[in-house]
């Protein structure tokens, strides 16, 4: 049983910052990736960043200059501090992870998700 539990969402002011971490636990043999996606009332589930164990990274265009995504593998944790908040970040995040529980083929696990609302 692998669980991913998020944390540091909230009510964050325009123009303001946020961090928001993530911590994976159960019967992890090894992590391929972690990242946060966000999903905003009526629209799709968007990838915000990910990033690999070996440090390859990938941003969103929309945040590529407010956010920095990274990770502490010792601790199976990911974490996204965001910057410049804008209205349109207002979303559900979702930390996500592949992982391998037994050596075989890495699955995808979810987070239950943390709201952050940006308000002016």
């Known amino acids: 049983q692998v669980q991913l539990v998020e944390s540091g969402g909230g009510l964050v002011q325009v123009g303001g910052s946020l961090r928001l971490s993530c911590a994976a636990s159960?019967?992890?043999?090894?992590?391929?990736?972690m990242g946060w996606y966000r999903q905003a009332p009526g629209e799709e589930r968007e990838l915000v960043a990910d990033?690999?164990?070996?440090?390859?990274?990938t941003y969103a265009d929309s945040v590529k200059d407010r956010a920095i995504i990274s990770m502490d593998n010792a601790k199976n944790s990911v974490s996204l501090q965001m910057f410049s908040l804008k209205p349109e970040d207002t979303a559900t995040y979702y930390c996500?992870?592949?992982?391998?529980?037994?050596?075989?083929?890495?699955?995808?696990?979810w987070g239950q998700g943390t709201r952050v609302a940006v308000s002016s």
């Open positions: 990033l690999s164990r070996g440090g390859l990274t």
């Open positions: 996500n992870a592949y992982i391998t529980v037994n050596g075989g083929a890495y699955d995808v696990y």
């Open positions: 159960g019967s992890i043999l090894s992590i391929h990736s």
